[in-house]
T-cell receptor, first 114, second 110 residues
Framework: DVKVTQSSRYLVKRTGEKVFLECVQD?????MFWYRQDPGLGLRLIYF???????EKGDIPEGYSVSREKKERFSLILESASTNQTSMYLC?????????????FGEGSWLTVV | DAKTTQPTSMDCAEGRAANLPCNHS???????VYWYRQIHSQGPQYIIH???NNETNEMASLIITEDRKSSTLILPHATLRDTAVYYC???????????FGRGTSLIVHP
């Protein structure tokens, strides 16, 4: 089975701290994504990457950056955490099959910024 | 990717079939219909997908209308564990930017 693993399930950080959220997938997928999910707003795309060292902005990239040094790992970075970044963060990767693409998600990381 | 419209919420009695509709009237010929669900506090999970024909797997059935402008996800015998938010998305094969709407919150009651 495909596994997408997010390193931290629950984090509490202080305003202004630098925060790293790590995501690793074990199936050699090329495309990886970071979303955040807030009540009533659904899943919003922050950044995505379609190859090592490649990154593209999603719908809400402000306040975030990403790193993809190895194919299996896609990191989300909050340079200076703020309270409005309190949210659940979801990492995903895509499997390109013969009949379409299946998206695999991690379990999510709940970040609270105080 | 084509936009989808789903009801905000639905409920279903345990043991009965749950039929979740999705409208995708602007779907293109090469766009697949995908369904995912998200149980509270977990990441979304793939359920099923299809292009034109109806599909069935161990989790659910997907019925796509002949004009492909709408589809229905069927959970044949809903259980309490099926309480979740269900997302319908349409994607072009090879397009790698999945966009999720707000989904349908399904509540299965005893």
């Amino acid at each position: 089975d495909v596994k997408v693993t997010q390193s931290s399930r629950y984090l509490v950080k202080r305003t202004g701290e630098k925060v790293f959220l790590e995501c690793v997938q074990d199936m050699d997928h090329e495309n990886m994504f970071w979303y955040r999910q807030d009540p009533g707003l659904g899943l919003r795309l922050i950044y995505f990457s379609y190859d090592v060292k490649m990154k593209e902005k999603g719908d809400i990239p402000e306040g975030y950056s990403v790193s993809r040094e190895k194919k299996e790992r896609f990191s989300l970075i909050l340079e200076s955490a703020s309270t409005n970044q309190t949210s659940m963060y979801l990492c995903a990767s895509i499997f390109d099959g013969d009949s379409g693409n299946t998206i695999y998600f991690g379990e999510g990381s709940w970040l609270t910024v105080v | 990717d084509a936009k989808t419209t789903q009801p905000t919420s639905m409920d279903c009695a345990e043991g009965r079939a749950a039929n979740l509709p999705c409208n995708h009237s602007t779907i293109s010929g090469n766009e697949y219909v995908y369904w995912y669900r998200q149980i509270h506090s977990q990441g979304p999970q793939y359920i099923i997908h299809g292009l034109k024909n109806n599909e069935t797997n161990e989790m659910a059935s997907l019925i796509i209308t002949e004009d492909r402008k709408s589809s229905t996800l069927i959970l044949p015998h809903a259980t309490l564990r099926d309480t979740a938010v269900y997302y319908c998305i349409v994607r072009v094969w090879g397009s790698y930017i999945p966009t999720f709407g707000r989904g349908t919150s399904l509540i299965v009651h005893p």
